[in-house]
């Protein structure tokens, strides 16, 4: 669905001030128990609202709006989700080049 209305995304910070985005996912569409690329129309109105991290048992709690209408909890693989979200690295002392270095703040 063309243009989305809102788009979901999840994104990396670095662990100390100032707390700079170091990588970015694509859109992405949250489902009750997986996470995948935004191409179908019913990703079109989703937000996330709330993120709850449970990792010894490597689960996300994701809660998400649809259709300005209802709210759901997704329970997702940590490990996917983290993954998904390295997948633009725009910030990386180690890498002097890539496709995303063009967002780096330095």
Known sequence: HEPSLYGVIFYMLQGEAPFAVTAISPKLCVTER?????????????????????????????????????????VLPLDRLLALAHTHTIYDKDISSSECVAWSTE
């Open 34 to 74: 997986d996470v995948e690329l935004a191409i179908s129309a019913r990703c079109a109105l989703q937000y996330v609202t709330g993120l709850l991290i449970d990792q010894p048992n490597n689960l996300a709690y994701v809660s998400f709006g649809q259709m300005d209408s209802r709210m759901q909890v997704a």
